[in-house]
């Protein structure tokens, strides 16, 4: 079971373009993640919405920006990245906190970044 | 300090032996929760299996058993009669509950498995 869904799988851009990752949801839950992958880390959590509300920025850069229009949505916006920021950006979503204490996160396919 | 700990780097296992793969966590909330996730070269994390901390019996799931030892802070996660697509990247994680307001889970950094031929 994943129903969740990323789009593009792929993308590389230069360090001055603005693009969007969508991320969608047809699960029916609540929360929605953000995650970065790079190579040889560990996954790093950059925001959580629960309730469409943001609840967690783990500092990430203001290059990074998300949007979350409903609960089934989340967009993560990016403009003037840098090529450290090249790496697997991995949406999930949860219950949230209306789930039980074995809700677990479901990850979508990710979308690999390269910027240039 | 770490909160997962994965001690294994890589590994490398014949096809169809059982694997063992080490995880250990650091936590103070006596509710949470342990996870396993496999991620192939194709890069979507695949949920496997779940242990709740007062869960009285180890969690199994098909070929999935996790191996939950309270006192130590261990949740080894033991894959049986192992198979060629069984190599991937395996991440343990954990959730705590008391404090958790935004449900975060906490990730090790993983476990390179290889199933040899």
């Known amino acids: 079971e994943t129903g969740v869904t990323q789009t593009p799988r792929h993308l590389v851009m230069g360090m001055t373009n603005k693009k969007s990752l969508k991320c969608e949801q047809h699960l029916g839950h609540n929360a929605m993640y953000w995650y970065k992958q790079s190579a040889k880390k560990p996954l790093e959590l950059m925001f959580v919405y629960s309730l469409e509300e943001r609840v967690e920025n783990n500092s990430v850069p203001s290059r990074f920006s998300p949007e979350c229009p409903n609960s089934s949505h989340l967009f993560l916006h990016l403009h003037t990245l840098q090529p450290e920021d090249s790496a697997l950006y991995l949406c999930?979503?949860?219950?949230?906190?209306?789930?039980?204490?074995?809700?677990?996160?479901?990850f979508g396919p990710g979308t690999r970044l390269t910027v240039l | 300090a770490q909160k997962i700990t994965q001690t294994q780097p890589g590994m490398f296992v014949q096809e169809k032996e059982a694997v063992t793969l080490d995880c250990t966590y650091d936590?103070?909330?006596?509710?949470?929760?342990l996870f396993w996730y496999k991620q192939p070269s194709s890069g979507e994390m695949i949920f496997l299996i779940y242990?709740?901390?007062?869960?009285?019996q180890n969690a199994t799931e098909g070929r999935y058993s996790l191996n939950f030892q309270k006192a130590r802070k261990s949740a080894n996660l033991v894959i049986s009669a192992s198979q060629l697509g069984d190599s991937a990247m395996y991440f343990c994680a954990m959730r705590e509950f008391a404090r958790n307001r935004d449900d975060k889970i906490i990730f090790g950094k993983g476990t390179r498995l290889h199933i040899l031929p």
């Open positions: 999930a979503s949860s219950r949230g906190r209306m789930g039980s204490s074995t809700d677990t996160q479901y």
């Open positions: 242990q709740g901390s007062y869960d009285q």
């Open positions: 936590t103070s909330d006596p509710s949470y929760g």
